[in-house]
């Protein structure tokens, strides 16, 4: 299951996304994440599957690679799609038990939301993917520059992001592991309800810490070993610049905007 997370791993290559700067990247990400939740229409969320689709063609990363990355998240969704059914009531009623309804608000509800958080993993995995985690840490510390004026520590929050996405796979990596010596000596992970699922994931939890507290200690040991002392004065190999393509890059996002704030404004009208 483990082995299936895409988050937060990035894939070399030299494609049109991969030569973005990355606070191009961040800020479309981020922007395409707001424009998402105003989405009301079906139309609204065909055209964000197109911008998606476009992305993942520039990305020059394989569809299967880009896709697999939900499969952990399948579970999250359908329960989300779920509890969107049965516990929302608006529109036609076709069938009552109780507190449980179904109808076709929930239905529409469900959808949207179902479509919402698979194009939110999708679109944040596109950043990650064409994206190194130091060149992120930089576009962070870029956008977040202005921050510094009041004293907010901008350089030590971009490198505490930059550290938990990178580490994202490493721990998935390391829970796999956990789980097949576990299951070795008999453990089971796979019969038995949710509950009874759950429970069994609690022996992991301490493994898993242990784990995690000796690889930040080893990350402490190289940084300081490695004379890290901060942003303070500190330069880079690779100097952030926008270049020509992130111009095209962002009026391709305007476009987007405006099309998704022109749906927004017809479905709240209508």
Not at 87 to 106: I, N, P
Not at 150 to 161: R, T
Not at 218 to 240: D, F, H, I, P
């Amino acid at each position: 299951m483990f082995k299936n997370m895409t988050l937060g791993q990035y894939f070399p290559g030299n494609s049109v996304l991969h030569r973005l700067d990355p606070r191009t990247k961040l800020v479309a990400t981020i922007a395409y994440i707001v424009l998402i939740f105003l989405i009301k229409s079906l139309w609204g969320y065909a055209g964000a599957l197109a911008f998606l689709g476009i992305a993942v063609a520039l990305s020059g990363v394989q569809l299967i690679y880009v896709v697999r990355g939900l499969k952990p998240l399948l579970f999250i969704i359908l329960f989300t799609m779920v509890i969107n059914v049965f516990f929302s009531s608006s529109g036609t009623e076709y069938w009552r038990w109780r507190f449980l309804v179904l109808s076709s608000g929930g239905i529409q509800m469900a959808v949207y939301m179902a479509l919402r958080l698979t194009f939110l993993v999708l679109g944040t995995q596109m950043l990650t993917l064409t994206t190194p985690p130091l060149m992120l840490t930089d576009a962070i510390e870029s956008l977040l520059k202005p921050l510094k004026a009041i004293k907010f520590p901008v350089h030590e929050l971009a490198m505490m992001m930059s550290i938990a996405l990178r580490f994202i796979p490493t721990l998935m990596e390391e829970t796999d592991k956990l789980m097949k010596a576990q299951a070795s000596r008999g453990a089971d992970f796979e019969s038995g309800n949710i509950v009874r699922r759950a429970k069994n994931l609690v022996p992991l939890l301490v493994p898993l810490f242990i784990s995690a507290f000796r690889r930040a200690d080893e990350l402490a040991l190289a940084m300081e070993a490695r004379c890290y002392r901060g942003g303070e004065g500190r330069t880079r190999l690779k100097v952030l610049q926008y270049s020509r393509l992130d111009l095209y890059a962002l009026g391709v996002m305007l476009v987007f905007a405006a099309l998704m704030g022109l749906d927004f404004a017809l479905a709240a009208g209508g």
